[in-house]
């Protein structure tokens, strides 16, 4: 089956600092790559879509200047939550397709804590 | 109004008992699908089953079952003789293509907490 790796899985940083966040599809080339977030015991939030080659396109309430997202290749996908609070703190999941219709394969999750 | 509603915040059951977890979703899409995932306590989700608009078959995977009603816009999933191991969240959610037409995008139903006590 299609495997999408995350990393890091856990993060702690310093409130203001910027973090990357990298998702990447192992053995499939992915078009598109979401990036969800979900605060605890709530539901998974999608916060932006990338193409490959394009800008992400962004949820409405989502800073695109905060939430930096970059897909230059069919594998990898990033995510970097510049000066980061602690209200930044949440699960980040992304995932991948091979193309805008098809099915989304997961990532396992990065888990970031904003002290 | 939300697009996809699990009305069940949490439940729990003893092991060996059937639980239904019930899913209503909205749409003015024809072709769209419905999935349900898995999402244990490391936060990872599983995928558990996907199923387009055209297709109203039930299906069942094991212990696991879905009864899909376009008529009341039901997806509804149900774990047989449960277990321990089934304890964790489950999403169901709807993909539909944006107001662009270009991206299918998934959206979540706030997710039900199964408790399987021993």
């Known amino acids: 089956g299609a495997v999408v790796s995350q990393h890091p899985s856990r993060v702690i940083c310093k409130s203001g600092t910027s973090v990357k966040i990298e998702c990447r599809s192992l053995?499939?080339?992915?078009?598109?790559m979401f990036w969800y977030r979900q605060f605890p015991k709530q539901s998974l939030m999608l916060m932006a879509t990338?193409?490959?080659?394009?800008?992400?396109?962004?949820e409405q309430g989502v800073e695109k200047d905060k939430f930096l997202i970059n897909h230059a290749s069919l594998t990898l996908s990033t995510l970097t939550v510049t000066s980061a609070h602690p209200e930044d703190s949440s699960f980040y999941i992304c995932s991948a397709s091979e193309s805008s219709y098809n099915e989304q394969f997961f990532g396992p999750g990065t888990r970031l804590t904003v002290l | 109004a939300q697009k996809v509603t699990q009305a069940q915040t949490e439940i729990s059951v003893v092991e060996k008992e059937d639980v239904t977890l019930d899913c209503v979703y909205e749409t003015r899409d024809t072709t769209y699908y419905l999935f349900w995932y898995k999402q244990p306590p490391s936060g990872e989700l599983v995928f558990l089953i996907r199923?387009?608009?055209?297709?109203?078959q039930n299906e069942i995977s094991g212990r696991y079952s879905w009864n899909f009603q376009k008529s009341t816009s039901s997806f509804n999933f149900t774990i047989t003789a449960s277990q321990v191991v089934d304890s964790a969240v489950y999403f169901c959610?709807?993909?539909?293509?944006?107001?662009?037409?270009?991206?299918?995008?998934?959206?979540f139903g706030k997710g039900t907490l199964l408790t399987v006590n021993p």
């Open positions: 053995d499939f080339q992915a078009t598109t």
């Open positions: 199923r387009n608009s055209f297709d109203e």
């Open positions: 990338s193409n490959e080659g394009s800008k992400a396109t962004y």
């Open positions: 959610a709807l993909s539909e293509a944006d107001s662009g037409g270009s991206n299918y995008k998934l959206t």
